[in-house]
């Protein structure tokens, strides 16, 4: 199981970011091969650990650790893809919303991180689910879809006081006095999720690019794309999916994944024994990949990555990953490290 890719849309995004904050991000797309040619391709895509690694030599390159920030600014519904079409056609805020979230998956799958949309006491929240514990790689991400919805509310409304809050897992970094220029509300840090809570009052607001016949016409679209990707995964892969979310600091159980797909225990256990395959050797071969690319495609520590996949010790990861590969996860990593030098 990979980490997961998105779209080059959002890579597009990022370089213009780099150019509105006074930089020139061209060395950058040259060493990892983001070229016009690639840019201009609707179906290409980059690896979630290549994005997250473009991103950080764009900041370090530049000094603008607030790049997500300032590409959250610059999102448009182009850039979300058909996702965002759906949303900018949409007859009000929370229809929009919703489709941002349910079509994401069109230009966006990460294992590790995923947006959604729902009430909570009356007032919106599109919160997004993302891989920790947060460093100079993924607070980008974060930043970047964080502000990336409060810039599409105001688009849609053509208002910016419709978000009561923004809320940050993460602790104030040490860019956290950019936040004032990009939100116009409460931002908290260290909160228990990543989101940004809408009030009430401004779900039912009308889209200023409401159309009702064409986000008809973009929603049928998109929801066949949805379900070509979909009935293009085997059962499988569709569990895959649902058990990289859960795990952080546990072990994800068969009632845990299929309560996740709105099916019952049985019904999850049946299919995936009709492919030939138990609940456990998924468990364990998804552990395994996202082991693999955790230690070859990002920098967090052992310890980290133990908790991600729900090990009770760094030692019990080693053992298990020697045991997957054959080399202990140091050892691993330096090694893929050379292979890239």
């Not at 290549?50 to 030599?57: D, E, K, N, P, Q």
């Not at 000094?63 to 979300?80: H, V």
């Not at 016409?217 to 892969?237: H, N, Y």
């Not at 138990?278 to 070859?296: E, I, K, W």
Request: with cysteine.
């Amino acid at each position: 199981m990979k980490l997961g890719d998105v779209s080059v849309a959002i890579v597009e995004v990022m370089g213009r970011a780099v150019e509105s904050l006074g930089g020139d991000p061209a060395a950058q797309f040259e060493q990892y091969q983001m070229d016009q040619v690639k840019l201009n391709s609707p179906d290409a895509r980059i690896s979630i650990p290549r994005f997250m690694r473009l991103g950080h030599a764009c900041i370090e390159a530049h000094q603008i650790p607030w790049l997500g920030l300032e590409m959250g600014r610059l999102t448009s519904a182009g850039s979300l893809g058909l996702a965002g079409l759906v949303a900018q056609t949409a007859p009000d805020v929370r229809v929009a919303c919703t489709a941002i979230a349910e079509f994401e998956l069109l230009s966006s799958f990460n294992a590790r991180g995923r947006s959604g949309f729902y009430l909570e006491n009356g007032d919106g929240v599109a919160n997004f689910y993302s891989i920790s514990p947060y460093n100079e790689y993924n607070l980008f991400v974060v930043d970047s879809v964080l502000a990336g919805w409060v810039r599409m509310l105001q688009w849609l409304s053509g208002r910016d006081d419709l978000v009561k809050r923004v809320e940050f897992e993460f602790r104030a970094p040490a860019y956290s006095d950019q936040y004032d220029q990009y939100f116009d509300c409460d931002v908290r840090f260290g909160a228990e999720r990543n989101a940004v809570v809408i009030h009430d009052w401004a779900l039912a607001l009308p889209s200023l690019h409401r159309c009702a016949s064409t986000h008809q016409g973009l929603k049928q679209l998109a929801e066949r794309e949805l379900e070509r990707v979909r009935l293009g995964l085997s059962f499988r892969e569709v569990i895959e999916r649902a058990i990289g979310p859960l795990l952080k600091g546990q072990t994800p159980t068969l009632d845990m994944v299929a309560h996740r797909l709105n099916m019952a225990p049985w019904t999850v256990r049946r299919r995936l024994n009709a492919e030939g395959i138990s609940f456990q050797q998924v468990m364990n071969d998804t552990r395994r990949d996202l082991a693999v690319s955790y230690v070859r495609d990002t920098t967090l520590t052992l310890g980290e990555i133990a908790f991600l996949l729900g090990f009770g010790s760094t030692a019990a990861f080693q053992r298990a990953f020697k045991r997957w590969t054959g080399q202990a996860p140091g050892r691993f990593r330096e090694d893929a490290r050379g292979r890239l030098s």
